[in-house]
């Protein structure tokens, strides 16, 4: 028996809401989140402006699934990268934090300004929530303790954040310590 063929509307309306997810965080990397508006998403997308309020009836909605999208695609690219060589995780985990701020630095900003929105927007704790829980499990790879991984998670939030704003550079040395004192 042949498995049923895909619909091509479901697979065009992921794609679409992939677009629209991507062209959001152009926008807050572009203008910050106070720039994004189901107009200025459809503009960066190349899509009509129905297109977006089909998808995310409100910002609110938009805002929550790019958050969650975001720490989906991070999570997805630390674990390929990590089974694709072998590597160890800490090397990769290291790679990443260092490809996150010198290579797509307007993202991972992008990303943070989603992230810290949740202290004021209610509708985004529970999807900044989920955005630890992959971290904290990636974080498991490097100690059994599960208060050690929360603070490892922590601890990273904190490396890039001060990276961001550029109180700190980005130096492995520094993420190689952190591994160390909690081991």
């Keep these: 028996?042949?498995?049923?063929?895909?619909?091509?509307?479901?697979?065009?309306?992921?794609?679409?809401?992939?677009?629209?997810?991507?062209?959001?965080?152009?926008v807050i990397e572009r203008d910050g989140v106070a720039g994004v508006s189901h107009?200025?998403?459809?503009?960066?997308?190349?899509?009509s402006l129905?297109?977006?309020?089909y998808h995310f009836a409100s910002l609110d909605d938009l805002l929550v699934a790019a958050l969650t999208w975001a720490a989906e695609d991070l999570t997805a690219e630390l674990q390929e990268r990590v089974n694709e060589m072998g590597a160890r995780p800490a090397d990769e985990l290291a790679r990443l934090i260092e490809h996150c701020l010198v290579y797509r630095r307007g993202r991972t900003l992008a990303e943070y300004e989603l992230y810290l929105l949740?202290?004021?927007?209610p509708a985004l704790r529970e999807a900044a929530a989920a955005w630890l829980e992959p971290l904290t499990e990636i974080a498991r790879n490097f100690t059994t303790d599960p208060h050690k991984a929360s603070l490892l998670v922590a601890a990273l939030d904190g490396i890039l954040l001060q990276s961001l704003i550029g109180a700190r550079p980005y130096n492995k040395d520094d993420f190689s310590a952190l591994l160390t004192l909690l081991r």
């Design 118 to 121: 949740a202290v004021r927007r």
């Design 1 to 26: 028996m042949r498995a049923p063929k895909a619909d091509g509307r479901r697979v065009r309306g992921r794609l679409r809401r992939t677009e629209l997810l991507t062209a959001t965080l152009a």
């Design 39 to 47: 107009r200025a998403v459809a503009a960066q997308a190349g899509v």
């Design 50 to 53: 129905a297109s977006t309020t």
